[in-house]
């Protein structure tokens, strides 16, 4: 593991300590010396070799890690070179290992995580890029490392793994921009294993950004954290676990989000690390968040529907979380302590995280999950710390605090769905009330109502909850399991958490946020799973005798005394008896008028009315026969008294006895039909009625889908429009800035072209005067003093103008010793270029004249030159019959008259 292998180094040190043995010795076997100047000598040595080697450590730190060891180490963890721990010393060898498997078992549940594999793997491998690419293209806008603030990565550890924690701490280093990092900071919470001693300060010496504190005494996480956070240097905390590995471009967004937002706290997407096979699981968590249930036990969940609308249904957007899970966020350190740390009452590890959540939340803060900063982190198998009876004690004080300093009301909600948390003793929470009311923090129903209304809650959505007792005294247990796993029954036991249960009104049955699902085909597949709101197999419905059916299904929940089954009704059967702690009896009300019609059932008043009603019908009927009867006895008497005789007698008696039986029958018959068209007609009216509401709510339901749909489309052409908005005003920014750099590089270009002119023009100047000053030495030499007069014509940019020109040929024409005839060819040539100056002027446009720039007059001479040749044939050959004028003169010479021309 050791960076530096120098040979020189050690040669000169083992020499050294030859020296330093053989003089020592040599005083040792010394006769004369006394035995206590030995044994003082023999202290002294030791105490100077201590302290040699201290110094010599010192000076290897100064002499090596200094700014530019970063980039040694990151020369040296190169991820092409696999870089792996030594564990020989306090590791057994393989080859003295009996039984392997057994062995590998051993190191599994130290941490509850394959040890054996970590001490293999290499501690500097880097995984895949786990980003979208969405994320990746937005981490090209963020602001450059540069310009990030400081932080300090504060990890606490305890018994951790060597392999582990060194691949941890590598992992920063490969992917974090370590000019923006203050610090990482290691709280050791008092750790108990060998390894982690002196041979981790061995391996930390390598890294000298890396703080050890190690704790006196065992401080639980909570404790050491706020330890860290005090001793930290950097603006901005990040908090780690100690068995993590930091995915590719994770630092960043965070930080650069903190610094946008001082008061956001911002959490990492945490991708899981297999306890098992050690590989990063990373594609699966865009659309997780933190929540929790009112056990106040935390977990994952997907997010609601109305948080997927605020993020516009994108992906790399981020997360508002309830909750965190509290191990990996950032947070501006000032904030942290102006919200008042952790709470110092609590113990070991637990709830602290809801605690600072609530915190977070109601005191001005918020919390963001980053889905672009991607950390991932082994959880293990089973939890370590909570298997001990002070652990398990921890927790339960932990939650006891934060429920009542935070939760107001709903404090009694929990302890519903926990019993037993009423008995634990909470300690001091003054200090935090107070602290709530100084900062003036929100109320806990501001918190459900803003932030978590997903969130279910008795009067609103419990239609029963609390234990689910069947007989013998056993109730509905999740036997500690997780999901896909089946549910059985234990003792009631009064406790809540695994027997705590909630009927909802739309007819889930759930447990910490799960739900009960059943397989109709399969009795004994009764388990827990996540909640996916379609009914099925996971609707139910209790009866007022405490049956429950299920909804995927015509069978009812049962047990065998261990496990939860679904079997075919029975009423008879008491294992098909349930009884909820507690009910709402108004949402029991709502819930049958929902769900009694698909279930078929009809309840206690229903029975009672319905038996009534036929009663009543049955009382009808016997008073129809009575009056039927006393009618027909009356005719008899009647008959009995009649005074005719004969067949006359007979004819009117059978007269009379069938015209009353005959009015009798009618009269019944009328009745059962008047009743059975009223019950038709109120059938049909309760239908009709039924048909309406149903028509209503479904209009309701259909208009409120539609006002849904046509907000969610206005916001996202709201934010279409926005983005449309943005990108032209970025548009036209960057088309200002290039414009306004082609203004100023057009500027300099010119400037620089006018430094050109004006060099060249000074550098004539100083030719002009240095020929001017030497006289010529007899008059052999008029062909020298033609060149240079010719020289002298030559115009610079400053001799545009006319007058310039005058004054400086008059005073060439002073310093030169001309012959009479030289000074009657200058003469006429003079009068020609003042000729063809005029001519010139005349021809061009002043406009033109302006729009000219200074850069473009040597090109103009130019062009003017050749101009002058084309235009002036008879002054080229009166110069050219002058034996006198070379070519080259009459060029140039023609060039001036052109120049000043145009002037």
Known sequence: ?????????????????????????????????????????????????????????????????????????????????????????????????????????????????????SDRLPINRIHKDPRSEK??????????????????????????????????????????????????????????????????????????FVRLIRNSKREGLIRSRIIGSKAAEGSILIFLDSHVE????????????????????????????????????????????????????????????????????????????????????????????????????????????????????????????????????????????????????????????????????????HYIAVPASKQVEEGDIVSRV???????????????????????RPGRDFVGYGQLKGPSEVCMDTMGQGTGQQVGVFRCHGEGSAQFWKLLLSGELTNKGFCLDADGNNPRNVVLYECHGLKGNQQWFITEDGIIHHGGSSKCLSHDGTYLLLLPCDSTDSR???????????????????????????????????????EERKAAAQREREEHRRQREELKRRAAEG??????????????????????????????????????????AKKKQEEEEALRKRKEAEEMRKQEEAETLRKQKEAEEKRRQEEAETLRKQKEAEELQKQ?????????????????????????????AEKPSNDSQDGVVDDKKDQDDVPNSDQVKKSSVDTNVNNDEDKLDLSSEEQDKVNNLKKQAAELGKQKSSENDPADVVKDSQNDDKDNIDNNADSSI??????????????????????????????????
Request: net charge negative; charged share 30%; aromatic share 10%.
């Open 135 to 208: 994320c990746r293209n937005k981490a090209k806008k963020l602001p450059p490392d540069s310009e990030l603030p400081s932080t300090s990565i504060v990890i606490v550890m305890y018994n951790e793994e060597l392999s582990v924690l060194l691949r941890t701490i590598v992992s920063i280093l490969l992917n974090t921009p370590m000019e923006s990092v203050k610090e990482v900071i290691i709280i050791d919470d008092k750790s108990s294993k060998d390894e982690l001693g002196d041979r981790l300060e061995k391996e930390l010496q390598s890294f000298p």
């Open 870 to 903: 084309r235009d002036e044939p008879k002054d080229s050959k009166k110069l050219q019959s002058n034996s006198d004028v070379d070519d080259e003169q009459l060029k140039e010479f023609l060039a001036w008259k052109a120049a000043k021309g145009s002037a």
């Open 744 to 772: 100023e590089a057009l500027q300099k270009q010119k400037e620089a072209e006018r430094q050109r002119l004006q060099d060249e023009e000074d550098k004539k100047q100083f030719e002009l005067e240095k020929m001017h």
């Open 1 to 117: 593991m050791a960076i530096i292998n120098s040979s020189e180094i050690r040669l000169k040190v083992l020499t050294l300590k030859h020296h330093a043995r053989q003089k020592f010795f040599e005083f040792l076997a010394s006769p004369n010396a006394p035995i206590y100047v030995k044994v003082i000598g023999l202290a002294a040595a030791v105490l100077l070799l201590l302290l040699v080697l201290k110094i010599l450590s010192w000076i290897m730190m100064l002499a090596f890690y200094h700014s530019d060891s970063v980039s040694y180490l990151l020369e040296y963890y190169d991820p092409k070179t696999p870089r792996f721990l030594d564990t020989s010393d306090f590791r057994s060898s393989e080859d003295n290992i009996f039984d392997l498997e057994a062995y590998k078992e051993e190191l599994f549940h130290i941490n509850e995580y394959n040890t054996y594999l």
């Open 246 to 413: 930091m995915g590719q471009g994770w630092y960043q967004p965070l930080v650069a989000r903190v610094m946008e937002d001082p008061k956001t706290v911002v959490c990492p997407t945490i991708a899981a690390i297999d306890h098992t096979s050690l590989d990063l699981i990373a594609d699966k968590y865009s659309n997780i968040w933190g929540i929790w249930d009112w056990d106040m036990s935390f977990r994952w969940g997907q997010i609601s529907q109305r948080e997927a609308q605020r993020r516009n249904f994108d992906d790399s957007n981020p997360i508002r979380t309830p909750a965190m899970a509290g191990g990996l966020y950032a947070m501006h350190k000032e904030f942290f302590f102006d919200l008042g740390a952790y709470d110092p009452g609590m113990k070991i590890w637990g709830a602290e995280n809801l605690e600072m959540s609530f915190r977070i939340w109601m005191c001005g803060g918020a919390i963001e999950i980053n889905t672009c900063s991607i950390v991932g982190h082994i959880f293990r198998k089973a939890g370590v710390i909570t298997k001990s009876t002070a652990g398990e004690l921890a927790v339960k004080q932990n939650v006891k605090r934060a429920v009542e300093v935070w939760l107001d009301d709903y404090k009694e909600t």
């Open 643 to 684: 005074q005719a005789g004969g067949s006359s007698i007979e004819d009117s008696r059978e007269d009379e006895q069938q015209k009353p039986k005959s009015n009798t029958l009618t009269k019944e018959e009328e009745e059962f039909r008047l009743w059975k068209a009223e019950k038709k007609k109120r059938e049909e």
């Open 576 to 614: 098909f008896i349930w009884e909820f702690g507690d009910r709402n009896k108004d949402l029991l009300a709502r819930f049958f008028e929902i769900h009694a019609k698909q279930f078929k059932y009809k309840t206690k008043k229903e029975v009672e009315k319905d038996k009534l009603e036929k």
């Open 434 to 456: 107070l602290l709530r009311q100084r900062l003036k923090c929100q109320t806990f129903e501001w918190y459900l109502n803003e932030v978590y209304p997903e969130l279910h």
